[in-house]
């Protein structure tokens, strides 16, 4: 699926990248967190001296080490034995161990800030976890499915049924009535309905209106500027401050969420990666920078996130580093 071969994992080049790579992240981290006798710097030049590509491979790990992201998780892989270069026999001092247990707390603790919105979710009436879908009749009749991490808040009354999309993304299949329009707030838009079916997705500084079946009537909350009318098939987005202009989708494509399913064509990694993160209850770093703007085009599902990870460090000349199916690194 992507638009560049990829080595065969049986192949012997494939086989000298990913030891070299493991060797390299094993003698960074015993550098950094051992101290080395006279003999293993021997051994360390020794090995670095192998060839250019040890060298290149190394010094590519060296340099991004500093990152605290990737030091606290190859702190942690520290931990797992290592047949790639010989380890001491005695057992760990006490001062590792404590510096493994608070890089671990600090993987955690990043997480849960990232995630964790108090203000928004005492606000909402309804709301989602991360990669959780939920299904909610609203008391008119009308149904909304709210995706992942997404939060609303309703107001029903005799004159007017309105909805405020406090975070994330969805889908409002709207019951007909004339007398009281169905109105979707979200940060930057409002989007009124009588009777249709249409998603909105709000993120920063930037939100869409899909409409799925019907007609809708977006407009901006910061100008003044002539609603735009948007029909079944196509989408409107409020980006750089502004209202645009309704344009064609794919339907299947872009609603494929609703299916549990993600269907990307010629969409950059990097993006995807960010789509699916959006599912994964933890973090997700991608550190190989010549594959950011590689194009991907396929269907990955959403309920094992994981496993879509996998299958695009598969397809690609990365490899993955997972560290208690709560932190990723693609490099």
């Avoid at 493991?22 to 051992?34: F, K």
């Avoid at 990152?67 to 942690?76: I, R, S, V, W």
């Avoid at 006490?94 to 108090?118: Q, S």
């Avoid at 009436?125 to 009749?141: H, K, M, N, S, V």
Wanted: proline content about 6%; overall charge negative; hydrophobic content about 40%.
């Amino acid at each position: 699926m992507a638009s560049t071969d990829k080595p065969s994992e049986n192949s012997p080049h494939y086989e000298d990248e990913t030891t070299l790579r493991q060797e390299a992240i094993a003698w960074v981290i015993r550098r950094h967190n051992s101290r080395m006798t006279a003999e293993d710097h021997q051994a360390f030049e020794a090995w670095k001296a192998k060839s250019p590509t040890h060298l290149r491979v190394f010094q590519k790990v060296s340099a991004i080490w500093e990152d605290p992201y990737l030091h606290a998780a190859a702190t942690l892989r520290a931990q797992e034995p290592s047949s790639l270069i010989h380890q001491p026999s005695a057992e760990p001092r006490r001062w590792l161990r404590h510096a493994v247990a608070l890089a671990a707390c600090a993987v955690l603790i990043t997480i849960a800030i990232a995630h964790y919105d108090p203000l928004t979710w005492l606000q909402a009436d309804y709301r989602t976890a991360i990669g959780e879908q939920r299904t909610i009749t609203l008391p008119d009749g009308s149904t909304v499915i709210l995706n992942t991490q997404t939060a609303i808040a309703t107001s029903f009354d005799q004159t007017a049924r309105h909805v405020r999309l406090l975070k994330g993304e969805a889908s409002f299949n709207v019951q007909p009535d004339s007398h009281r329009p169905f109105v979707v707030e979200s940060q930057q838009t409002t989007t009124r309905a009588v009777g249709t079916e249409f998603m909105v997705r709000t993120q920063q500084d930037h939100e869409q209106v899909t409409v799925l079946e019907g007609k809708v009537e977006v407009s901006s909350l910061h100008d003044h500027d002539s609603p735009a009318l948007v029909s079944a098939g196509s989408r409107v987005q409020f980006e750089d401050g502004r209202l645009g202009r309704p344009f064609s989708v794919d339907l299947p494509t872009v609603s494929a969420w609703l299916n549990k399913r993600l269907i990307v064509n010629g969409v950059p990694l990097e993006q995807v990666i960010e789509e699916v993160g959006r599912y994964y209850p933890g973090t997700i770093v991608l550190w190989n920078q010549p594959l950011r703007d590689m194009h991907v085009t396929g269907t990955y599902n959403l309920e094992d996130p994981s496993k879509s990870l996998s299958l695009l460090a598969k397809t690609f000349p990365t490899h993955m580093l997972n560290l208690a199916n709560r932190f990723v690194i693609l490099f």
